[in-house]
């Protein structure tokens, strides 16, 4: 997020969503519109946009009441999402003193969304750090809720990821491969493994409404092989299948129910 915008953090909700939205994107921010469910109303992985002579077209196209932000690397933040009720309120209570200095907007549920500057390999996750606390970075979104005008708890610049947050943040390293390779014969089964997440992914992000849930499970259901072999952890599997759940434009609750079932089918867990 560029100085001018830090600058403008204190601007007030314009008569239409749409303008909101423009000027978010005046400063490099990638926006899209959202229902009042906070769900996408169009694939927000293909047409959200920065460039403000396309957000009236886009939000004609597309109405919602709602601006969603793309997080990561395209908009120069990321996101800590803590939610009020389900964990994330009691994590804020216990490391509230550590959790200040930076951008901080109130959610409609009650909680808190915290953005930090963009870190390299940061990645999306859901309650990893702790129960009701997730991240929202690379293949991620949030609602900007100032523009439908709640509270902005903390207007500072936003700063770096914390050190103890990045260490929490981080996945688990995966266990060495239980197969009998070493050397280019390990690389390249590594290789595979990439490959076949990477298409995972794409088949899930660029699903059709009304196969997005079913294609998710598939995709998770086919990669989780690789948890017994050893090549990825489940963390792993979860996070970049939740990821491409997101762009495929599904919800947080419909995402985690459908990779719960995929993994119990494949692994029991």
Known sequence: ?????????????????????????????KVFPCDEQKRPTCKWGEV??????????????????????????????????LDWG??????????????????????RSGGLHLLFKHREGMRNSA???????????DGGYII?????????????????????????AQPPIPPKAHLNT?????????????AAVRSAVRAVASAPEGQRNSTLNAETYSIARFIAEGHLTTAQVVDAMATAGLQAG????????????????????
């Open 182 to 194: 070493t050397g280019p014969d390990l690389r390249e089964a590594e290789q595979k493994v990439r």
């Open 250 to 269: 599904l919800t947080q609750r419909e995402i985690e129910k459908t990779i719960a079932s995929a993994l119990r089918a494949r692994v029991g867990v």
């Open 1 to 29: 997020m560029s100085a001018a915008l830090e600058q403008h953090q204190g601007m007030v909700p314009d008569s239409t969503v749409a303008a909101y939205a423009q000027k978010l994107a005046r400063h490099g921010v």
């Open 48 to 81: 959200a946009s920065n460039c403000p002579e396309a957000i009236p077209l886009l939000w004609r196209t597309y109405p919602g009441k709602l601006i969603g932000v793309v997080t990561g690397a395209i908009s120069g933040f990321d996101a800590l999402d």
């Open 86 to 107: 389900k964990g994330g309120d009691d994590f804020y209570q216990e490391h509230c003193t550590r959790l200040t200095g930076t951008r901080t907007h109130r959610t």
């Open 127 to 137: 309650s990893r750090i702790a129960r009701g606390v997730d991240v929202r970075a």
């Open 144 to 168: 900007w809720w100032p523009a439908a005008g709640l509270e902005i708890v903390d207007r500072s610049p936003i700063q770096q990821w914390p050190a103890w947050l990045v260490e929490l």
